[in-house]
């Protein structure tokens, strides 16, 4: 099975017979997906928009935070 292009994994640490990784997102993977969900709740257009808003604020308020 192929990773989605937004998710990196990668080898983190064998410990008690377990196998660990490291599961990073980025931002724009995770936008898109905050923009899937508000799609899903389109019959409850108030929560849909409320969604829709956040995603936003996100996106912005995290690409401000990185300068």
């Known amino acids: 099975m192929r990773m989605p ?3 990196k994994t ?3 640490k064998v410990k008690n017979g377990r196998v660990y990784f490291k599961v990073r997102a980025s931002r724009l993977y ?3 997906v905050m923009l899937k969900i508000a799609r899903q709740n389109i019959r409850e257009p108030v929560l ?3 969604i829709f808003l956040f995603a936003f604020y996100w996106l912005a308020r995290d690409g401000q935070k990185a300068q």
């Open 48 to 50: 849909a928009l409320l």
């Open 10 to 12: 990668e080898f983190d």
């Open 5 to 7: 292009r937004g998710i």
């Open 30 to 32: 995770l936008f898109r």
